[in-house]
């Protein structure tokens, strides 16, 4: 018998509401952006940081028990250790995660008309964002929380008595900023990543948009001491927060409070910005 001759037959397999797309949406975007050598890179390297800082750790703890018991050593100053290495993790390793994974998957959709398949089932232009943001600020949160939740505990195993339930306290600081750096840096590649079909265009403009800011703001903040301009630079109002959140004194006056509007409207604006560029795009269904 051939398939024509079946006739209609009604699905009778398992129905799965609507929402299921965005699972598989961002189950989809894990793996896609696994394909990309710089998460490779990132996954492989990104705990070298972590591991290094803790054995920085131990070797102190080492060297203050082998000082003998009538000196007293100064403490490692744990919020500052765990923030440091946040930092670095963002610029090692966050920014190879974002240009491979974030910078460029809109872009390469629009290249390759990948949106008449996502959006013949379906699918929201939500449903997708949603999908392809997740999916970067996974990996982005892989690279940042992880490493802080295992320094955390050795740095709390490794303190005096009396300051271990202190720094067991730098758990919530470690979780917010490395919630705030996923989201933030997993929004802003993504909606850079609609603004062409050119994935070099597109990669290129984050990568700009990351790194040039932060250097001239440098350079002008040492020359004029004007920390205002470091308003445009997502590295240092990522760092503004971060020193808020785990009570570290900031080197410049800029405040959490100034950085944190400006961060949520970039937020805000690329959701908008990828979200609008993905409603146009032609799609024949």
């Not at 720094?167 to 917010?176: C, D, Q, V």
């Amino acid at each position: 018998m051939t398939v024509r001759d079946l006739g209609y037959r009604p699905y009778e397999g398992e129905r799965l509401p609507a929402s299921h797309n965005s699972s598989v949406l961002l189950s989809h975007g894990l793996g896609r952006a696994w394909g990309s050598w710089l998460v490779k890179i990132a996954a492989f390297t990104g705990w070298i940081p972590p591991i290094i800082a803790m054995t920085i750790a131990g070797g102190y703890y080492y060297l203050t028990q082998q000082a003998g018991p009538g000196v007293e050593a100064e403490p490692l100053p744990a919020a500052d250790v765990v923030n440091q290495l946040l930092w670095v993790q963002l610029w090692g390793f966050v920014t190879l995660i974002t240009v491979g994974a974030g910078s460029a998957v809109i872009a390469e959709d629009l290249q390759f008309r990948a949106f008449q398949f996502y959006f013949a089932k379906p699918v929201t232009p939500t449903q997708y964002l949603l999908g392809r943001i997740g999916a970067v600020g996974i990996w982005v949160l892989g690279m940042t929380l992880i490493p802080a939740l295992l320094l955390v505990p050795v740095l709390a195993g490794t303190a005096p008595e009396d300051l271990r339930l202190e720094r067991l306290g730098l758990f919530l600081p470690a979780i917010f900023q490395s919630l705030i750096i996923a989201v933030v840096t997993a929004t802003a590649s993504v909606g850079i990543s609609s603004l062409s079909k050119s994935r070099a265009l597109t990669m290129s403009a984050w990568i700009v948009l990351f790194i040039v800011p932060h250097g001239l703001t440098s350079i002008i903040e040492a020359i004029g001491d004007w920390p205002w301009l470091n308003l445009v630079s997502l590295p240092d109002l990522l760092e503004v927060v971060g020193d808020a959140l785990f009570k570290v004194e900031p080197e410049s006056a800029l405040r959490w409070y100034h950085a944190a509007p400006v961060l949520v409207a970039l937020v805000v604006g690329s959701v908008v910005l990828a979200h609008r560029r993905i409603s146009q795009a032609e799609v024949i269904t």
